[in-house]
């Protein structure tokens, strides 16, 4: 059932072209907008990646909200309807972090290239439980959007150093990001990959509970025989 | 339109509604020959193609299987007292009903009087403040609206509810498509259920409900964007899942159909308290 999912997830997503085209453009819009700084292009082009899968996930999860209730009721485990969703976002992030190391590798000579692509596949990782999160939580589109917009762009501006920007989920972008470019030591990576894992697990517990709260149906008994 | 054109339309309406391919051709080509025995345009002989359509397809459709004897079973569906209340608004009052397996239910009631809301609650989407519940466990559901994914073919549809039900995805598909032809619709591979029109959007929607052979169907005033030969069958379908022994409960408010039907339950709604 769980490959089922995410097939048939995978093939209501690639059928929105527009929305696709969209998804692979903004972290290019990003990249582009600070191709002049090598460590800031990096860092700008991962949120994009970020910001764009979470809002892909977000719109995933609303637009089969019915559906999956109705799933639900006849039968479906929430927890395998959210993870086969997750598996199609997750798989959709790694190819666009894919298909952008290659425009990095290309263009860039970065310090440590691999780092790139661990902070691409960590960003998309913690991004897709994280939209499906804001959906469970804001089961409106407008709403969730938002929410999304709120927590990237803050992200975007809040002080690396600060509290606040390590309360958000993708301070490990930026870490990871520090590492990758700048000659720095591995405490960088150790505290980017130990903030990764706190969020990535808070996010998706988050999701599996908002998922199973929303979509487990009541438990009825069978009728007593008259 | 030519006579030509008039019998190509003739023969891709009846594979829409339902009709093997090469039976469709058939019926087209004694159209054609009738027609030109008779010497005059096939649209003056026989009407509109679409109207003559809907009328060959119905009679070329096989016969259900000869009505079973009817016998009830056991109860599937037995509500007690069930109250539904949001906040002050009090949406279901004391509500009972016991639906036999070989039975079907009819819920009437005015527009906001919590039929969706009490059809919910039988498939366990919602929760009743109180009273009692009893359900079986095999159930079809059909909401009235977002039954479908719009950027899904019926076949993926069917191989995702299929996949549910832990059913393979070549008898998933076999399945929903002999369902479907019950309906009178043929789905036509590739086109996503945003491009169907309303009333084959539902009429998947009502084939994704029995997908399974359920003890108890629950339908959601299921007819809507229906033509008339659609609504017919649809009634014919009931009747039939009736007769092989589920119990069928049907939110309505129509009334002009409910002199066949078990049980009618309805709802007058409440006041705000």
Not at chain 1, 21 to 48: C, E, K, N, T
Not at chain 2, 215 to 236: A, H, K, M, R, V
Request: proline letters at 4%.
């Amino acid at each position: 059932m769980l490959w089922t999912i995410a097939g048939t997830s995978l093939r209501e997503t690639g059928r929105r072209r527009a929305a696709l085209i969209l998804v692979i453009v903004l972290p290019l819009a990003f990249y582009a907008a600070r191709s002049d700084m090598q460590g800031q292009a990096i860092r700008f082009l991962a949120l994009g990646v970020g910001w764009a899968v979470a809002t892909l996930a977000l719109f995933s999860h609303v637009g089969a909200r019915h559906l999956d209730r109705r799933l639900a009721v006849v039968g479906a485990s929430p927890t395998a309807l959210l993870l086969g969703r997750q598996l199609a976002l997750v798989g959709m992030g790694l190819a666009l972090a894919a298909g952008y190391f290659g425009l990095v590798a290309a263009t860039q000579d970065v310090n440590r290239l691999w780092a790139v692509g661990l902070l691409l596949g960590t960003t998309v990782l913690i991004a897709a439980p994280l939209g499906a999160v804001v959906s469970l939580v804001l089961p409106r589109e407008l709403e969730g959007a938002l929410a999304l917009l709120a927590v990237m762009a803050t992200q975007m501006i809040a002080d690396p150093e600060g509290a606040l920007a390590k309360a958000l989920p993708l301070w490990s972008t930026r870490e990871l990001t520090g590492y990758a470019v700048d000659p720095v030591g591995s405490d960088h990576l150790r505290d980017g990959l130990a903030h990764f894992a706190v969020v990535a697990l808070l996010c998706a517990c988050a999701a599996w509970i908002a998922a199973v709260v929303r979509l487990q149906p009541q438990k009825l008994p069978e009728p007593r025989s008259a | 339109m030519s006579g030509a054109r008039w019998h190509e339309s003739l023969a891709r309406l009846l594979v829409e509604r339902g009709v093997a391919p090469g039976e469709a051709r058939r019926l087209a080509e004694d159209s054609r020959d009738e027609a030109r025995a008779a010497g005059v345009d096939p649209a003056e002989l026989f009407g509109p193609a679409a109207a003559y359509a809907a009328g060959m397809a119905r009679a070329a459709r096989p016969a259900p299987l000869a009505a079973l004897t009817r016998t009830r079973g056991p109860v599937v569906l037995r509500l007690t007292k069930v109250v539904k209340r949001y906040r002050r608004r009090e949406v279901l009052r004391g509500v009972d009903l016991t639906l036999r397996a070989g039975e079907v239910a009819a819920v009437v009631g005015a527009n906001g009087s919590g039929k969706s809301t009490l059809l919910d609650i039988c498939a366990g989407a919602a929760k009743a403040t109180s009273g009692l519940v009893e359900r079986a466990a095999s159930i079809g559901y059909a909401p009235q609206q977002h039954g479908v994914a719009p950027y899904l073919t019926p076949e993926e549809h069917f191989r995702l509810f299929g996949a549910v039900h832990g059913m393979g995805s070549r008898r998933a598909v076999a399945t929903g498509t002999h369902l479907a032809a019950g309906l009178g619709w043929r789905p036509r591979a590739g086109a996503v259920a945003a491009r169907l029109s309303g009333g084959t959007q539902q009429k998947l929607n009502v084939v994704l409900g029995e997908l399974n052979r359920p003890e108890l169907i629950l339908l959601d005033e299921p007819y809507q964007g229906f033509d008339q030969d659609s609504y017919l069958d649809l009634w014919t379908q009931v009747y039939a899942w009736r007769d092989a022994g589920a119990g069928v409960l049907v939110v309505t408010h129509l009334l002009h159909d409910l002199d066949r039907v078990d049980h009618v339950l309805e709802l007058k709604g409440t006041e705000d308290r």
